[in-house]
């Protein structure tokens, strides 16, 4: 591997090196996606960089060339808009271009894939682990004080931003877990990934996120549907473990009282119709172009009357629509599709992946009846992994590396990048 040093810090790296070489550098990527929404947005940032410093080689699929474009209609919307704040915004979907780019050059190996997938759950554990700390310290602190001390809220954040966030990005790691699990032949690692499992679980049912969950045993029924799970003991496992689960947030979300749920889904739908309203009549004001990607926060005031500014329409399909017009929304639309017609060419050679690549895409779709979750730089990070992965698999990009000798002094040979050399 060909690097260069200066004062320990990283000056120069290939996308050929990402892409044989590049596992501590994407651990070190997983690791700042996580963290925090801010750090997010450090993967496609460098990313960025390397396209610049090294012209990469873009290949012309339907994920590089629908991203780039609504990345450039959107750059042309804040023009006509005149809009700083919205050309902005559209920054973001560079770097979910540039990440899709990084995506397709690093997932050529199942190996990769799994590694990647391994450390986003352990990664996403501590988090968890850090929202039930959250939850108590917020118990604890209420029945001392009477009030809401500090950072601590009723409703799980963690790393996430928002409740609603952090409710469907363990969500979707609850599948990653499931996946992992499920290839595993050793027990003391099957167990890990199941503890896991039950941590992140707790920690999605204490964001008290509606549109999360029910995303989530969306997905669930998903995933062991294409999993063709035929066992009745399973089947009533599964089953039970529905009910429980389901029962369990229901008690949280009464908090002891038998009218707060009714309530609670009420307030839910009733805030949202307002912004759901006001963006129909931003859409019939401005059809074709839109009014540009954080139009909402702009321009919330005058078409949202009880909720003030929001970030985006609180439904992905009105999201696009209010952000880049007809034109935008069809650009997503096309890549959806392009994306399903993939999903089917993995379902008819039965690809072990593909439970897991479903079940992620569904919780995007069934929470995004209520939400944004692609706003979220760590969501849509994950949603366009998630579609580089497809790609690659579809079109015979993975490949299975053998374990054999060979192999091993090879990559006793290889010099992998710390994490810590590498600069932003």
Same mark, same amino acid.
């Given at each position: 591997? *060909?690097?260069?040093?200066?004062?320990? #810090?990283?000056?120069?790296?290939?996308?050929?090196?990402?892409?044989?070489?590049?596992?501590? !550098?994407?651990?070190?990527?997983?690791?700042?996606?996580?963290?925090? @929404?801010?750090?997010?947005?450090?993967?496609?940032?460098?990313?960025?960089?390397?396209?610049?410093? *090294?012209?990469?080689?873009?290949?012309?699929?339907?994920?590089?060339?629908?991203?780039?474009?609504?990345?450039?209609?959107?750059?042309?919307?804040?023009?006509?808009?005149? /809009?700083?704040?919205?050309?902005?915004?559209?920054?973001?979907? %560079?770097?979910?271009?540039?990440?899709?780019? %990084?995506?397709?050059?690093?997932?050529?190996?199942?190996?990769?894939?799994?590694?990647?997938?391994?450390?986003?759950?352990?990664?996403?554990?501590?988090?968890?682990?850090?929202?039930?700390?959250?939850?108590?310290?917020?118990?604890?602190?209420?029945?001392?004080?009477?009030?809401?001390?500090?950072?601590?809220?009723?409703?799980?954040?963690?790393?996430?931003?928002? @409740?609603?966030?952090?409710? =469907?990005?363990?969500?979707?790691?609850?599948?990653? =877990?499931?996946?992992?699990?499920?290839?595993? /032949?050793?027990?003391?690692?099957?167990?890990?990934?199941?503890?896991?499992?039950?941590?992140?679980?707790?920690?999605?049912?204490?964001?008290?996120?509606?549109?999360?969950?029910?995303?989530?045993?969306?997905?669930?029924?998903?995933?062991?549907?294409?999993? *063709?799970?035929?066992?009745?003991?399973?089947? #009533? #496992?599964?089953?039970?473990?529905?009910?429980?689960?389901?029962?369990?947030?229901?008690?949280?979300?009464?908090?002891?009282?038998?009218?707060?749920?009714?309530?609670?889904?009420?307030?839910?739908?009733?805030?949202?119709?307002?912004?759901?309203?006001? /963006?129909?009549?931003?859409?019939?004001?401005?059809?074709?172009?839109?009014?540009?990607?954080?139009?909402?926060?702009?321009?919330?005031?005058?078409?949202?009357?009880?909720?003030?500014?929001?970030?985006?329409?609180?439904?992905?399909?009105?999201?696009?629509?209010?952000?880049?017009?007809?034109?935008?929304?069809?650009?997503?639309?096309?890549?959806?599709?392009?994306?399903?017609?993939?999903?089917?060419?993995?379902?008819?050679?039965?690809?072990?992946?593909? @439970?897991?690549?479903?079940?992620?895409?569904?919780?995007?779709?069934?929470?995004?009846?209520?939400?944004?979750?692609?706003?979220? @730089?760590?969501?849509? #990070?994950?949603?366009? /992994?998630?579609? =580089? !992965?497809?790609?690659?698999?579809?079109?015979?990009?993975?490949?299975?590396?053998?374990?054999?000798?060979?192999?091993?002094?090879?990559?006793?040979?290889?010099?992998?990048?710390?994490?810590?050399?590498?600069?932003?």
């Amino acid at each position: 591997m *060909n690097l260069n040093y200066n004062k320990g #810090i990283l000056v120069r790296v290939t996308w050929k090196e990402i892409k044989n070489n590049g596992d501590k !550098i994407m651990i070190f990527f997983v690791t700042m996606i996580i963290f925090s @929404p801010i750090t997010a947005i450090i993967p496609g940032i460098y990313a960025i960089y390397l396209m610049i410093k *090294n012209k990469g080689k873009i290949e012309k699929n339907y994920l590089n060339i629908g991203l780039l474009v609504v990345f450039i209609w959107s750059i042309i919307v804040a023009l006509k808009n005149e /809009s700083v704040l919205s050309f902005l915004g559209s920054s973001m979907l %560079l770097i979910y271009f540039s990440i899709g780019f %990084l995506a397709q050059q690093y997932f050529i190996s199942r190996r990769k894939i799994n590694r990647v997938l391994k450390y986003s759950v352990y990664l996403t554990t501590l988090t968890a682990i850090n929202g039930v700390i959250e939850k108590v310290m917020y118990v604890y602190l209420y029945k001392s004080t009477g009030e809401i001390v500090g950072p601590f809220n009723n409703r799980v954040v963690s790393s996430y931003g928002n @409740p609603n966030m952090a409710g =469907a990005w363990f969500a979707s790691v609850i599948f990653i =877990a499931l996946y992992l699990r499920t290839i595993t /032949s050793g027990k003391k690692q099957r167990n890990i990934y199941g503890l896991c499992t039950g941590i992140m679980l707790i920690a999605l049912l204490l964001t008290e996120s509606s549109g999360a969950f029910v995303a989530f045993v969306s997905a669930l029924i998903c995933y062991y549907v294409l999993k *063709n799970l035929k066992d009745k003991r399973k089947m #009533i #496992i599964l089953g039970l473990s529905l009910f429980t689960i389901i029962s369990i947030f229901l008690v949280l979300q009464s908090k002891g009282d038998t009218t707060a749920i009714s309530t609670e889904i009420n307030n839910s739908f009733s805030s949202r119709y307002d912004i759901w309203t006001g /963006s129909l009549k931003m859409i019939s004001q401005k059809p074709l172009m839109g009014w540009g990607t954080l139009a909402t926060l702009e321009y919330g005031k005058e078409f949202f009357y009880n909720n003030g500014n929001s970030i985006h329409s609180h439904n992905i399909y009105l999201t696009f629509f209010v952000s880049m017009g007809i034109v935008g929304l069809c650009i997503y639309l096309y890549i959806k599709f392009k994306l399903f017609k993939d999903l089917f060419k993995l379902y008819k050679v039965k690809e072990p992946l593909l @439970p897991l690549l479903v079940s992620l895409n569904v919780v995007v779709i069934v929470q995004g009846l209520v939400d944004c979750s692609l706003y979220a @730089p760590q969501l849509g #990070i994950l949603f366009i /992994s998630t579609c =580089a !992965i497809t790609f690659n698999l579809s079109h015979e990009k993975v490949k299975v590396e053998k374990n054999n000798k060979k192999n091993k002094k090879d990559k006793e040979k290889i010099i992998e990048v710390e994490a810590k050399t590498i600069a932003i």
